[in-house]
Structure formats: structure tokens, C-alpha cells
């Protein structure tokens, strides 16, 4: 039987600290215990929101719903042939800890997602992805259970329609659902992607030359520990924009006036997508703090709370820096935050 807690504040839930109200909570450590909660919220007549680890929330208002803080956790091996295996996590498992278990095992695929926080269940969300790996990319499909009916349905890769830090589940499906499981198709024969960001320097400089996929996530560790603030000291949410994407014939004007500007492919073939930290910094936000709310002053792209910020401060913020942006580069930033 799942327990409720009534007002509670979930800002300790999530990673950007900031105070907010839950109507209703409950911590979720069964699939039996999410069909009881759901249908006493449905006769209640609430709505219900899912939290996993509140790494890429911002709640700016007091939440009317019952709130499930999904705990459901547990990884296993279904299917195994000579080259593949495919894995299943269960959506309260840390993304973490379903990393290690393949990279202990040496099965490659997921190594450059090292250490992104959050868990299993988020991931689909948004697709995530770093130094050019995305969910995407090993995804298989997800089992997920209607919020409304308590019915479950598969989502294979293509009804996902996966995009650049986007999903059905941030569109057409969204706040429908609760994302129960998800499979991967992971390699046992991997090929490491190494060319993105700063991982040849680091492998360079220990000397590595043919990296297995422990040392590679062990570089992925050590780079993000390096530039990212540790949620902990610095209360943030990650990357706060996402990276705008431009056609090629706007940027080429884009790149004739600001030569020096920060890009990579598209998303697309015909656009190209600009670096919104090199944006945010060029706008003139980098490090430069508004009360209790700045832009991270060694990633720009970084919203921090330093401490006691309210979500009307966080919200101003970023409506100034979003004008700031488009005020000088003509270029309208969206936020990759779930605000709510
Ligand atoms: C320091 C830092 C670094 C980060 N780096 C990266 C990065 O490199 N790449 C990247 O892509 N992201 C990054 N992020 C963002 C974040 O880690 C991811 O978006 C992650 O997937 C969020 O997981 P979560 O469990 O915390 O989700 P939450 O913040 O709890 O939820 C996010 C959204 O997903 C929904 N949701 C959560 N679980 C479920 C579920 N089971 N079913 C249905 N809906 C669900 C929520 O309702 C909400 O809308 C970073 C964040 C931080 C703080």
C-alpha cells in the first residue's frame, strides 16, 4: 500500500532547490503500488505528475496533483546473442547505475551517457544525450502505463519519434503516461565513439590509445566533474537552453557577422545548430550573477541557484536572457527544462 504525504515541499526532490508545494506525494517502490495511487487519484478527480530524480524540473507554482516520486528499481538481461544483449531497466533506476551495469560487463553503447543524471524513466523524455551519443541510439522500446486507464502500452522506437532533447512524451504524449521499463540493444563487440569534445585530449594525455569502454566512461566521469557544477554546492538543473537549430542560409549570414560563432550539424540535414552557451556567454551572462540566480561561470549554458532563489527569480532570469540572446544575435532560445 503506497503512503501519503499531503502540502509537502518537493524543492529537496529535485536538484534545482526551488520551493514549491506538493498538494499530494507519494513515493512509488512497486508497479502495484503505482495501479493503487493512480486509482485513488482518479477517484479523488486529481491529476498526477511524475517525478523521477527532479534534474530537469523547475516548478514555479504550487502543484495541484498527486505527485508519484518513482523509486521502481531493478536491471536484467532478456535476450542475449553473440554480438547484442538486450537489457531491461526499470524506470525508478538511477541512469547511472544502468550504465555501470553494462560498462562492469563491458557492453558498449550507453558509456558517453555516463554519469547524466536522473533516471531510466526521464531518459526517454527527453532523449538524452552527451558528447555525441544519444538514448536514441541503443533504444529498443518502453512499456508504459496510462495514467488515465492504468492500461499499459509498448512504444517502440518510432512511436517515441525521437528528436533533438525531445519525444512523443514531451508533445502529443505528454503528462500521459508513466514510463514503466525501458530496453536497450547493447553491443558486446563496441565501437567507442571518441570524437566529440575533450575526450581525444584526455586519452592523449594518459596515454591511451585504443580506450575499453570502462576507461572511456571513466574520461566521460572525470570531464563532466571538471565542468559541470555538482548540484549539491551549485543547485541546478543542467543545461537550462537548448541548442537552437538555424537553417543553412541563415547561418551563413550568422557566421559572416560573427565569425567566431560555436556550432555543430543539425539535427537535420539543411539546419545547423548553434551552441547556446556560446550565446549565453557572447550575450554577456557568463558568470555574472542577478541576485540569487546566474548563468554557471565555467559552462554559460547552466542556470544556478545560489542559494534561497524563488521560482519568480529563476523565471525573470530567464526571460533576460533569452531577450539578452535575442537582442544581439536575433536567435530565440527555448528553455530544455521542463517548466511546470
Ligand atoms: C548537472 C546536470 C547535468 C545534466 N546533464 C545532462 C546531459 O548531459 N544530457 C542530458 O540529456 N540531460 C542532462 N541533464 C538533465 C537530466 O539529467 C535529464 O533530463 C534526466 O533524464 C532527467 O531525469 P530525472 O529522473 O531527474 O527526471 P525529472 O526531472 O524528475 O523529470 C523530467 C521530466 O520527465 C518526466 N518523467 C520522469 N520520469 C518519468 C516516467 N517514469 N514516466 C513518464 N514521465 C517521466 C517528468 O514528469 C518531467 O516532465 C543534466 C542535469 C543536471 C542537473
Avoid at 18 to 23: E, L, Q, S, V
Avoid at 196 to 223: C, F, M, T
Wanted: charged share 25%.
Amino acid at each position: 500500500m503506497f503512503t501519503l504525504q499531503k502540502q509537502v515541499d518537493i524543492s529537496a526532490y529535485t536538484t534545482l532547490k526551488i520551493k514549491a508545494k506538493a498538494a499530494f506525494l507519494a513515493v512509488i517502490k512497486e508497479e502495484t503500488e503505482l495501479q493503487e495511487a493512480l486509482s485513488w487519484a482518479r477517484l479523488q478527480k486529481l491529476p498526477v505528475f511524475i517525478l523521477g530524480g527532479g534534474s530537469n524540473i523547475l516548478f514555479t507554482q504550487k502543484i495541484k496533483a498527486l505527485v508519484l516520486k518513482n523509486e521502481i528499481k531493478g536491471v536484467r538481461v532478456i535476450k542475449e546473442t553473440e554480438t547484442s544483449v538486450w537489457v531491461e531497466a526499470r524506470s525508478g533506476e538511477w541512469w547511472s547505475t544502468l550504465v555501470r551495469f553494462a560498462i562492469e560487463r563491458r557492453w558498449g553503447g550507453i558509456e558517453n551517457l555516463y554519469y547524466v543524471p536522473g533516471t531510466v524513466g526521464a531518459a526517454p523524455v527527453q532523449n538524452i544525450g552527451a558528447y555525441g551519443v544519444e538514448l536514441k541510439d541503443t533504444f529498443v522500446s518502453l512499456r508504459a502505463i496510462n495514467l488515465k486507464t492504468g492500461k499499459e502500452k509498448i512504444f517502440t522506437k518510432k512511436d517515441c519519434a525521437f528528436g533533438y532533447r525531445s519525444s512523443v512524451f514531451k508533445n502529443k504524449e505528454k503528462g500521459k503516461y508513466f514510463i514503466a521499463s525501458v530496453t536497450l540493444k547493447l553491443s558486446k563487440k563496441p565501437v567507442l565513439r571518441l570524437d566529440y569534445g575533450d575526450i581525444r585530449a584526455q586519452l592523449n594525455e594518459q596515454g591511451i590509445k585504443r580506450p575499453s569502454v570502462q576507461q572511456l566512461a571513466e574520461i566521460i566521469r572525470k570531464i563532466r566533474d571538471n565542468k559541470l557544477p555538482n548540484p549539491a554546492i551549485y543547485p541546478n538543473a543542467g543545461s537550462f537552453f537548448k541548442n537552437p537549430e538555424v537553417t543553412k542560409a541563415d547561418f551563413v549570414g550568422l557566421q559572416k557577422k560573427f565569425p567566431e560563432i560555436k556550432f555543430f550539424p543539425g539535427s537535420k540535414s539543411g539546419l545547423v545548430k548553434i551552441s547556446a552557451g556560446w550565446l549565453i556567454e557572447q550575450a554577456g551572462f557568463k558568470g555574472k550573477r542577478y541576485g540569487p540566480v546566474g548563468m554557471y561561470e565555467k559552462q554559460a549554458l547552466i542556470l544556478v541557484n545560489y542559494g534561497g532563489a524563488s521560482a519568480k527569480q529563476v523565471l525573470a532570469h530567464v526571460r533576460r536572457v533569452q531577450a539578452g540572446v535575442y537582442q544581439k544575435f536575433g536567435i530565440k532560445i527555448e528553455p530544455e527544462v521542463n517548466i511546470i
